[in-house]
């Protein structure tokens, strides 16, 4: 009887404390609800009767860089209802109001914006009606260039300027490092009537034949760089004036070098293509074929050959020079190279001494050099010295690529002022 009236009791409990939990659960849900309607309510408090309206943003936005200023380009897309353009920089301290009339189609913006500071500048824009309603915010970023950059600039060097016998003025222009944005330079000469003219020369160019130029003249010349892609502004070097002497010259070639080409041929080889050069001094890392021959390649009648990739190990420091000993004097060390591709370091050299100096000791060490590209030396002995002459260079490659300068002849003139 005990047992069966505890039963009894603890059913009766568990009916009434189920109800009791039921109760509670819908009692948070409608109160769950009231919270909710009077978040929604506090939401139209806040916004007030009605939708929010957005005007239509700016659309594909472009920011070019300049001096001291940006250029903004945009496009009004279908919001006919946009009366204002807002453009907010330097954290919104600073700013610029666009009035817009908008037409029937797309419409254009592209706005110079002054006076910015230089470096990366963060942009915000936006567009308005004439309610005051405001889009979405666009975000770009832009760069601002000036007196930091312009700094790190420098005119473009020249390893020789001559008229020669023949009334011919060549200028031998120095190489320069592209990643500074330079693109070109620009050359002004009076010509054989007198009259001033101004060129613009690629920096592609290396060798620039100047046309009608008057004998025994001056040049003034300045550098041109664009810092990128996107800038709208160019900006120059400060001019530099340069005399252009006339001379002729005499070819020693024959009293003074050996194995000079057309025709380089190799002292030994090994298989049918590489060898190794007669009369040259060779580096061992120019000999990279087979680990014992190159220098020379059995390529057009046999040439002096610098390659790395495609097979061949990486050239370090390669040399390939003929040592002799020259009068006091002015010379000038000429190669023939048609076929060469660009990249590493290489160059033409002389050097006093028995040797030439490392690659990266070329521009201290030497008496003078150039570009290999640009295929002439000019050098000036102000006694009788032993040099060594000829050519350094680091190349690589890998797989099915590779650097490489082939060399078929070479040519050694007294240059004679006139």
């Known amino acids: 009887m005990f047992n069966a009236k505890m039963n009894i009791d603890m059913k009766n409990n568990i009916k009434k404390l189920t109800k009791h939990i039921k109760f509670a659960g819908l009692a948070l849900f409608f109160v769950s609800i009231l919270a909710s309607c009077a978040k929604m309510d506090d939401y139209k408090n806040f916004i007030g009767d009605g939708e929010i309206s957005y005007t239509g943003k700016l659309d594909s936005v472009k920011i070019n860089s300049g001096r001291y200023r940006v250029v903004l380009n945009g496009l009004f897309l279908a919001d006919p209802k946009v009366k204002k353009c807002v453009v907010y920089w330097n954290n919104k301290a600073d700013s610029v109001v666009i009035p817009v009339t908008r037409t029937a189609n797309v419409d254009t913006l592209k706005l110079s914006i002054t006076n910015i500071k230089e470096g990366v500048q963060n942009f915000i824009i936006y567009t308005y009606d004439d309610k005051g309603n405001k889009s979405i915010p666009v975000y770009k970023t832009g760069r601002v260039y000036g007196d930091r950059y312009q700094a790190t600039l420098s005119n473009r060097g020249i390893n020789g300027a001559f008229t020669s016998e023949t009334n011919v003025t060549t200028i031998e222009w120095g190489g320069m490092d592209r990643v500074s944005g330079v693109f070109a330079t620009e050359l002004i000469y009076i010509d054989n009537s007198n009259v001033e003219k101004k060129v613009r020369i690629p920096i592609d160019v290396n060798n620039y034949t100047v046309p ?71 580096s061992a890392s120019v000999k990279n074929a087979s680990g014992t ?64 100096p490392n690659v990266a000791n070329i521009t201290s060490q030497s008496i003078a050099f150039s570009n290999l590209e640009s295929k002439m030396l000019n050098f000036t002995l102000d006694a009788n010295k032993q040099v060594s002459l000829g050519f350094a260079a680091t190349l690589t490659g890998s797989g099915s690529t590779g650097m490489y300068a082939k060399i078929p002849s070479v040519k050694l003139y007294r240059i004679n002022y006139l």
Do not use: C, H
């Open 212 to 282: 009608n130029f008057k004998e025994k003249g001056t040049i003034k010349y300045r550098t041109l760089f664009l810092p990128d892609t996107m800038s709208v502004d160019t900006f120059y070097t400060e001019y530099t004036s340069m005399y252009i002497p006339k001379f002729s010259k005499v070819d020693i070639t024959a009293t003074y070098l050996k194995n000079v080409g057309p025709g380089i041929v190799a002292s030994s080889m090994s298989g049918t293509r590489w060898g190794i050069l007669r009369d040259w001094v060779t």
């Open 293 to 356: 021959v190159g220098g020379f390649e059995n390529k057009s009648g046999g040439v002096i050959s610098l390659e790395a990739g495609w097979g061949l190990p990486n050239v370090t420091d390669g040399k390939i020079y003929q040592t002799i000993t020259l009068p006091e004097g002015n010379y000038r060390f000429e190669i023939v190279m048609t076929d060469f591709n660009t990249g590493g370091s290489r160059y033409l050299a002389v050097a006093e001494g028995t040797t030439l």
